[in-house]
């Protein structure tokens, strides 16, 4: 297993997959962005390049890229193992007895059911049986290179076509009930998608979660979707994220559609930071996917009333969030891909963005024959408050003007209806804060006691102590020369982290940092690697080398001097203190005050 992991880190840049998921910056020798496991406002949140791990001073989690993947997608080693490996194009020779445990049947899992699955459908798409589908591409101008591009199918009209075709394959009954590919009947298995134009879906790291279907003829819903479960999330999905994120981290955008062919004809035109919202209701869990590509979002939904209506809903869920939001207006009746199939529609798509609306104004503007209505007037004004009232005041002080403009009231006087609801809002929130304060005061009190009889309050060493220790292990951890030059029982007394100390012990017997990343991952221990990723982003904060280790030693020994003096000043005040500890005493403050501690 271990050489497995050196290959596939070896062939994969963390920056490139923390990039998929934060926003970086550069900041001296590392990169920088919000931390993606806690709410902050201010970067804390580093990744190294030179030493491939990654490590947040605010919340503390660290590691490297396997850790990483393990926490953000809540998956375990083997998957992550896997899901790399699927990236690099490594192939898994070495696995540990857990590796090889398998949760289905011949090592198969859902996701390469729901691959099988897939490529059957596009099989049936060029293969005999496929002309009605063939023909409705035809129709939406989509050519062969566009199915292949985007991996479109045909679900054939046969009851159980998909399902005897995996079973052929070698797949339970039971494996093709719970991905969703079929249902259960009376008389055996149905397919679920038949006689409709089929859309794989895969989530932001191309893994395969399901399908979309679109019916071309008869009666029944437009759309069908796979049925909602571990893997097909609609509200955690957006259609071709996979393709378009690496041009949304160029060009700084997301343009955010709601059908599959609205986005496939975008990326056909050239705008290949399109995605698709499976639908018209954006969701808080979609609108954070969003942000972690991207601040700025066009929404590009139809030009119909539902659309607008989808676009505003869309627009206070992602502004919450901190993303910028720009709604396109489209020629009436038309949607995106009607605008860009047309003659000269890429031309009139670029213009659209370029005078795409902010929330506020978009707001305002949808709303303008209600509010010169005064049956409507109230209703209006209301919604578009209860809206501006949970933005940040910067997100929409400069539109003040032109909103109070189209209420027909002054400045000052929509500022104070924002405040009053503002304030409503805020005490409400402290008054469900208040209720929950004492509900909690009983078990907070329970806690207190455990705590105390298990140990927890015992002092823990400061935070500098335990940057001094990462950073020196993650030296040693990174140059074996310089592990050669120390002694383990010289130095383990002089270190207050036990996490850190174990590190230390383990580095300076013999152990190489390979076995133990190996021997870790096993035992499922991510906290050691944390800490080596701690230290390492100490050492690029301060642009620290291996020639710095002394400095750092001679740092420990200090802060080991003043913890023991820190112990033994209460002894000596009250007087109980022996001959050789009022010795030790006194040299360790002579010491310390020579070192200006």
């Known amino acids: 297993m271990s050489d497995d992991v050196r290959e596939i880190k070896s062939q994969i840049d963390i920056v490139d997959v923390i990039g998929d998921y934060v926003q970086l910056r550069k900041s001296g020798s590392s990169l920088v962005g919000l931390c993606p496991f806690h709410a902050e406002k201010t970067p804390s949140f580093h990744v190294s390049h030179e030493r491939q791990t990654y490590h947040c001073f605010g919340c503390g989690k660290g590691g490297d890229v396997f850790s990483f993947i393990m926490e ?17 194009g490594v192939k898994l020779s070495s696995f540990s007895d857990e590796i090889k445990n398998r949760s289905v049947e011949k090592g198969r899992d859902i996701r390469s059911l729901l691959e099988e699955s897939k490529n059957f459908f596009h099989s049936s798409l060029t293969g005999q049986g496929g002309e009605a589908a063939r023909a409705y591409m035809a129709r ?18 046969s009851w159980d076509a998909l399902s005897r075709h995996l079973q052929s394959c070698g797949f339970g009954v039971n494996e093709i009930i719970d991905s969703g590919m079929a249902i259960k009947g009376d008389r055996g298995l149905y397919d679920r998608f038949r006689g409709r134009v089929i859309f794989p879906v895969r989530d932001e790291m191309a893994r395969i979660t399901g399908f979309g279907g679109r019916l071309i003829d008869g009666e029944g819903a437009k759309y069908v979707n796979s049925p909602e479960g571990d893997y097909f999330n609609k509200r955690r999905l957006l259609y071709l994220m996979h393709e378009a994120k690496r041009a949304v981290r160029e060009r700084g955008r997301v343009i955010l559609m709601e059908g599959y062919m609205d986005a496939i004809r975008a990326h056909l035109s050239g705008f290949t930071e399109a995605v698709a919202s499976l639908g018209t209701s954006l969701t808080e869990e979609q609108a954070s996917l969003i942000k972690r590509f991207s601040d700025l979002c066009y929404i590009a939904y139809d030009a119909d009333g539902a659309g607008q209506e989808a676009s505003i809903r869309g627009m206070y869920i992602l502004q919450r969030r901190g993303v910028d939001v720009r709604v396109v207006t489209l020629k009436e009746g038309l949607d995106p891909d009607d605008a860009l199939s047309a003659e000269g529609g890429v031309e009139a798509f670029e213009h659209a963005l370029k005078k795409s609306m902010p929330l506020p104004i978009y707001h305002v503007h949808i709303r303008r024959n209600d509010l010169r209505t005064p049956g409507k007037r109230r209703k209006a004004i209301e919604e578009v408050l209860a809206g501006l009232a949970v933005l940040p005041m910067l997100d929409i002080a400069e539109y003040i003007p032109s909103i109070a403009k189209g209420f027909g009231i002054l400045q000052h006087e929509l500022q104070r209806e924002i405040n009053a609801r503002r304030k409503e809002a805020d005490r409400r929130r402290i008054s469900k804060n208040k209720e929950n304060e004492k509900s909690a005061i009983y078990t907070e009190g329970i806690d207190d006691v455990h705590n105390v009889y298990i140990g927890i309050g015992k002092s823990e060493p400061d935070r500098r102590t335990v940057d001094l220790e990462c950073a020196f292990c993650s030296l040693l951890w990174h ?9 383990c029982g010289e130095l383990i007394s002089l270190f207050a982290d036990e996490a850190t100390a174990g590190i230390l012990s383990a580095l300076l017997s013999g152990d190489t940092p390979q076995d133990l990343e190996s021997r870790w991952r096993i035992m499922g221990e991510s906290n050691c690697m944390g800490r080596i990723a701690r230290g390492d982003a100490v050492l690029s904060a301060g642009s620290l080398g291996s020639e710095h280790a002394e400095k750092l030693l001679e740092d420990i020994r200090a802060n080991a001097m003043r913890r023991k003096y820190d112990a033994l000043r209460p002894i000596v005040l009250s007087e109980e203190a022996c001959a050789e500890e009022l010795m030790e005493y006194h040299e360790l403050a002579k010491k310390l005050k020579g070192l200006k501690l």
């Open 72 to 88: 953000m997608e809540g998956i375990s080693f083997r998957e992550t193992l896997e899901l790399l490996a699927g990236k690099t």
């Open 479 to 487: 140059d074996e020369e310089l592990r050669s030059a120390y002694v």
């Open 140 to 157: 939406r101008n989509l050519d062969e290179g566009s199915w292949r591009r985007f991996e479109l199918g045909w679900s054939p009209q």
